[in-house]
Structures are given as structure tokens and as C-alpha cells.
């Protein structure tokens, strides 16, 4: 799947660390750290440096992240320079992780499925730019946009689907099971919503289809497909798309960030093109012998040179400086690449990761996997940068430019993120510069360098992206703690609501929640805004406005965990002002703020949502706090359709807490 959001909202995990002496090289010894320069000779040539290099900083990032057990694999040159485990395949029985220790790989599989698309497109049976819907049997794509979806935007995540992520499922429940890609794909189709190939969205459903794709034009099963025409002219024995109770009887155990041992979990549909690979070491060199080849291996050609540099070269940017994908990889953290041409594909699943870095113009390589779903690969991946390709000039310091409240206009408003429609932003405008606000890491000054590129107070550079009008319909911010993942997009607010006033105190409430289709009126032009909701209909909405509700994987908890603490809870019953409350609280964790005392008349179990709500601001417009701190939250009322929107808009919608009034 990627940077995995699993057990955190963005990319960012919570890490713990443990004792060095859990990490073991393959023999199960304890390495040693070894002293290495600061920089070394330009490549990973000298395979005693390396492995004292890889020594040193697995026994350091290992203990960081808590991790288990861990492989490295490094390529120079067509050789493997370095292949080798540290720490334990599984820690209670002390067994060590070696070169055929298998790993899941995660969305490393998006490579994998990209090679197969390209390998068609060289025997002329794909056109990378012809409708999809001609490789699909029939089966559509539901398509709003008004531009033709292609295997191209598939395979460079620019589809423009409004859930990439609806095939996001996992499961110990289908472990064991036979789920078709053909029957899944059918109940679960997103929107093609934006014109194809405009807005980058990191996308699990694109290469699911694109695999879908491969097995209805070769008439034969993706894993078939796959196992005939990549693994087998590889040589890689021991690489899958299935589980094999061969491969599970050497697969490393899967440990959460405290060490603690996590169940194998299996994929709807089993053969899973965007992510259910499996492999050791041993056969992910072959797989980087080949890419550093151009294609061959062992004298075999498995795709042309042509479509093995359209896989290596970028094809979408954010800015002309700054890459985002090729076909298959991408390019994020560029500031990590040290002015080199660097390509990448990490992949999580619970309890698993993987790295992919392919260094083409050096001819260098590596690959690495271990046993929870930290972000350890990032900072090895940056340990073997700084080491061998150290960067020899520092970029000049922008430039920047004024920018006028006129010119700001076309940059203010709204966003929301293409993938996590739980993240938005906000731009304004302030004093010569543009101002943006999220929910995630607070307020950010944007200083511009050229009009689609800007930089902010840490240097952490955000671009503006056009639409195919030419007006700018996108951000995309390169702060290490969001957005990583997609553009943002620019949200239209209108008023269509003819029976909400313009002086309401709830006009811009509501017509967020509209533009964000999170809360749609009673007709086209109608909200009814003091209109009742039931508790079914108020649980619908809240789900949406928590933005969750495209992972499949997160929906059934979330339905779960907004009921916790009511006493009753009856879909077609009207709802009332503190059961909202607590449904509210439930899903937005807010942290009590400054303490305010509830009068009049609510129940023992609806105080402490309502005191943490009202602390951080989020009320409704005719809910006021008196000056002793005290408020009547009007508990036991039943909620309106406007007072709904005010308090979701304020705890979903809102970029920092407490809200300021």
C-alpha cells in the first residue's frame, strides 16, 4: 500500500525504541557498530566498507524504530555487493533473518504490476494511451471528467478517482480465502472525478485495475501472469503474489512498534496488483539486476530498454525541480536525494515495510524489508545517501517575491486532499505573503519564488498547480509531516440554499459542508436549517465529515467507535444536542482546554465530550460561554440541521484548536 496511514492519520508513526542486543546480524551475533567516515569514495564499491557501512547504521536505526528484523540488499554494477539479515525472522525462537527470509513487500507489488504493463505495451497488446475500458472486458469505469482514463495515468497515479483507496482491505479474515479481482472490482468502483493525468493521488485502486487489466487482456490470472513472465525469467523461486505455505513457513512474523507480535493479515481480492507480493533478498537483487540492465537479465530480456528508462525517468512534477512519479516509482523526499537521480518505491502492510532506491546513472541499487511498519527505511535511505552520494553544493537561497492581495485571490480558499479527505488546508493572505493553515501542523508562512512555487518558514517548498482551464485548482506540500501523498484540491463554496439567509450566523457552516459534500440540502436549493435529524442520518454525515470513510479497513471502527459511551442508540430516533456531542467526540479526540462548568441539564455521560468540545471552541453560533466560564449547551434539546453543520464544520473542518472567536 505505500506510506501506509494504517495506524496513523498521515505518514507519521509513533516510535519507540528497544535494546541494540535484539538486532542480530544472520548468525543471530549481535553486530558490532563500526566507526565509518562521514562520506566515503562515490559508490558502494568495496563490499567490506559496505557491510561495515550497513553494520553500523542497521544497529543504530534498528534500535530507533524497534525493529525485529531487517535485510539489506546492495547492487553495483550488476553484482551484489551486499546481502545480508540483521536481527531475528522471528524473535521468540531466535530465528535469524537471512537472504531467504521472506518479507511482505507491500506497494513495492505497484513496480512489479508496472513492469507487466510494460512488458504488454512492448508486445503491442496495451497501448498506454488508448482508453482502459478496451483492456477491461467489458467492465466500466464510471467517468464524470470528460477526458478518457488510460493505462498511463494508472501507472503514474494521476487517474483522478474520487476513492483510490476503496480496494484498501485487509483482513486476517482472508487469509486462506479465493477473492477474484473481477467479482471485487465490480462492488467496489470510484468516480473517475478529475481529468485524468491533471492532479497526482497516490492510488491503490489504479494498480489494481492495471492488473485487472493485464490478467483480461492475457486471458490467464494476474498471479499466473506474473509468476510465467517476470518471476520465473528471473529466477525468483521464492517471490509471490499468493501465499504458499512454503513461502509462510519462511516468512518473517509481523511485530507492531512496541515489539508486539501481530497477525498475518490477507487481501480482498487475494491477488492484490497494488500490494500483495511476497520475497526474499536473495530474489529482490535479481529483480534490481535487471532494472540496473535496462531490461535483461542473465542474457534474457524481460522488458525493452525503452520501457525500463520510462519506468526510470520522471513523468509527473509538481514544479519543473521537483518529481513526484515515473511509471510505477516515485520520487518523494527530494531533498534526500543529494542532486541525484534517484527513484523509489516503499511499501507497507502491517507489521512489514519495504524500500526500493534505484540509482540508474550510478548503477547502483538497493532494497531493503523489516518486520513493522515504522519509517526506519526513510532514515536508512538517507544514512546511504549522505554516505556515498553526499551532496557537493549547496543550492543558492531563493529569491523570493512580493506578492499583492490582488494576485493572492486566484491562491486563497480551500483545499482538500485528493487521497485523505480528512486533511485540509487553508490559504489567506497576509502582508505581502500567502498564509496557510492546517489541522496537522498549524500555521505556515509562504514565501514566493516564482508564482506556482513557494517556500515556508522552514524551507519545506509548496507548489500551485493549474487545471486544464489554467486557473490554479491544486497545492502540494512537501512538509515532512503532510500531504505527502497527493495534491490537495481547491474547493468551490457556493450558496445554493434559498432558505438560508444571508446574514445567518450558520451561512458558511453550511455551504463548507455542502462544497465538501459532507452534508447535502433536502433538495437542490432547500437545507432546511431547522429541520431535525435522526440519529441514522446525523451518524451518515458525521462519518463523512471525519473524512475516513474511503479506507475500508478504518469504516467499521469508526461506526463502532463514534457509539461508545451512548446509552442507547436507535438509527431512526431523533438525536439530541449531547448525543451528537458524544458521537462528535468520539471520532475527534479532542483534548479539554480550558475548563468550562455545564448548566442546566445533561446527563452524567454526556459531560466530558461536551466540557473538551466547548474548551476547544467547537460550539454552535447561539451556544455562548458566559463571562464566570460557565454555559447551557441546551444538552437534552434535539440537535437542527444547521447546529449539526456548525459543530462538524468547526471539529472536522477547522485547521488549529482552540478555535478563535
Not at 10 to 31: D, E, F, H, R
Not at 243 to 264: C, D, Q
Amino acid at each position: 500500500m505505500k506510506k501506509t496511514i494504517r495506524t496513523t492519520c498521515l505518514a507519521v508513526l509513533l516510535l519507540s525504541t528497544m535494546l541494540v542486543t535484539a538486532c542480530t546480524t544472520s548468525s543471530g551475533v549481535p553486530p558490532v557498530p563500526i566507526a565509518t567516515e562521514k562520506t566515503s569514495f562515490e559508490g558502494p564499491r568495496d563490499a567490506k566498507e559496505v557491510e561495515a557501512f550497513a553494520d553500523s547504521v542497521f544497529a543504530d536505526k534498528m534500535k530507533k524504530f524497534n525493529t525485529v528484523g531487517s535485510n539489506f540488499v546492495v547492487v553495483t554494477d550488476g553484482k551484489v555487493v551486499l546481502n545480508k539479515g540483521y536481527g531475528y525472522a522471528d524473535k521468540d525462537k531466535k530465528i535469524p533473518v537471512d537472504k531467504d527470509t521472506v518479507f511482505q513487500i507491500g506497494s513495492v507489488t505497484k513496480s512489479f504490476t508496472a513492469l507487466a504493463a510494460m512488458q504488454l505495451a512492448d508486445k503491442g497488446k496495451i497501448d498506454l494511451n488508448q482508453d482502459i475500458e478496451q483492456y477491461l472486458g467489458g467492465m466500466k469505469v464510471p467517468n464524470t471528467s470528460g477526458k478518457k482514463l488510460t493505462m498511463f495515468d494508472l501507472l503514474t497515479y494521476t487517474s483522478g478517482v474520487d476513492l483510490p483507496d476503496i480496494v484498501t482491505d485487509l483482513s486476517t479474515d482472508y487469509v486462506g480465502k479465493d477473492i477474484p479481482m473481477k467479482e471485487y472490482l465490480a462492488s467496489h468502483m470510484p468516480t473517475v472525478v478529475r481529468p485524468p493525468g491533471e492532479a497526482y493521488t497516490y492510488d491503490n485502486f489504479g494498480f489494481l485495475l492495471a492488473g485487472y487489466a493485464v490478467e483480461n487482456v492475457m486471458g490467464v490470472p494476474y498471479s499466473q501472469y506474473m509468476e510465467n513472465n517476470i518471476f520465473k525469467p528471473l529466477d525468483m523461486a521464492s517471490t509471490s503474489v499468493r501465499f504458499t505455505p512454503e513461502l509462510l513457513g519462511r516468512m518473517a512474523s509481523h511485530y507492531g512498534p512496541k515489539g508486539e507480535l501481530l497477525p498475518l493479515e490477507g487481501f480482498a481480492p487475494t491477488e492484490w496488483p497494488q500490494g500483495s507480493m511476497v520475497s526474499t533478498a536473495d530474489d529482490m537483487a535479481k529483480y534490481l539486476i535487471m532494472h540496473l540492465g535496462k531490461g535483461k537479465y542473465d542474457g534474457k530480456e524481460i522488458a525493452s530498454q525503452k520501457s525500463i528508462e520510462q519506468m526510470q525517468t520522471y513523468q509527473v512534477f509538481a514544479d519543473p525541480t521537483i518529481p513526484i512519479t515515473t511509471i510505477g516509482f516515485e520520487g518523494y523526499f527530494k531533498e534526500k536525494m543529494n542532486d541525484q537521480h534517484v527513484i523509489l518505491k516503499g511499501g507497507n502492510v502491517p507489521g512489514h515495510s519495504s524500500l526500493v532506491a534505484i540509482l540508474p546513472e550510478k548503477n547502483t541499487a538497493f532494497y531493503m524489508s523489516y518486520s513493522n511498519d515504522s519509517m526506519m527505511s526513510l532514515d536508512v535511505y538517507e544514512a546511504f545517501m549522505n554516505h556515498y552520494y553526499p551532496k557537493k553544493v549547496e543550492a543558492p537561497k531563493p529569491t523570493y517575491l512580493t506578492i499583492t492581495q490582488d494576485q493572492a485571490k486566484d491562491y486563497v480558499g480551500l483545499y482538500q486532499n485528493t487521497r485523505l479527505t480528512a486533511v485540509k488546508s487553508q490559504v489567506s493572505y497576509s502582508d505581502g505573503k500567502l498564509v496557510l493553515e492546517t489541522g496537522t501542523t498549524g500555521k505556515h508562512t509562504l514565501k514566493m519564488i516564482h508564482p506556482l512555487l513557494f517556500e515556508d518558514e522552514s524551507g519545506n517548498k509548496l507548489t500551485f498547480n493549474k487545471n486544464k482551464e489554467g486557473r490554479i485548482a491544486y497545492l502540494y506540500y512537501m512538509h515532512p509531516a503532510i500531504d505527502l501523498v497527493a495534491y490537495a484540491q481547491k474547493i468551490n463554496i457556493t450558496s445554493p440554499f434559498t432558505d438560508v439567509p444571508k446574514d445567518s450566523k450558520y451561512k458558511s457552516f453550511i455551504n463548507n459542508l455542502h462544497a465538501l459534500k459532507v452534508m447535502s440540502g433536502k433538495s437542490a436549493n432547500l437545507f432546511d436549517p431547522e429541520g431535525t435529524m435522526t440519529q441514522g442520518e446525523f451518524s451518515d454525515v458525521l462519518l463523512r465529515a471525519h473524512g475516513w470513510l474511503n479506507m475500508p479497513y478504518a469504516v467499521e471502527m469508526n461506526k463502532k467507535g463514534m457509539k461508545v459511551g451512548l446509552p442507547a442508540y436507535e438509527s431512526d430516533s431523533p438525536i439530541t444536542r449531547q448525543m451528537a456531542a458524544v458521537m462528535i467526540q468520539n471520532l475527534k479526540q479532542a483534548a479539554p482546554g480550558t475548563d468550562v462548568k455545564l448548566i442546566g441539564e445533561t446527563d452524567v455521560w454526556a459531560v466530558e465530550a461536551i466540557k473538551a468540545l466547548v474548551s476547544q471552541g467547537i460550539i454552535d453560533p447561539d451556544t455562548k460561554i458566559n463571562a464566570d466560564a460557565t454555559i447551557d449547551f441546551r444538552s437534552k434539546e434535539l440537535l437542527k440541521r444547521q447546529e449539526a453543520s456548525a459543530l462538524l464544520d468547526q471539529a472536522f473542518g477547522y485547521y488549529s484548536l482552540p478555535i478563535s472567536r
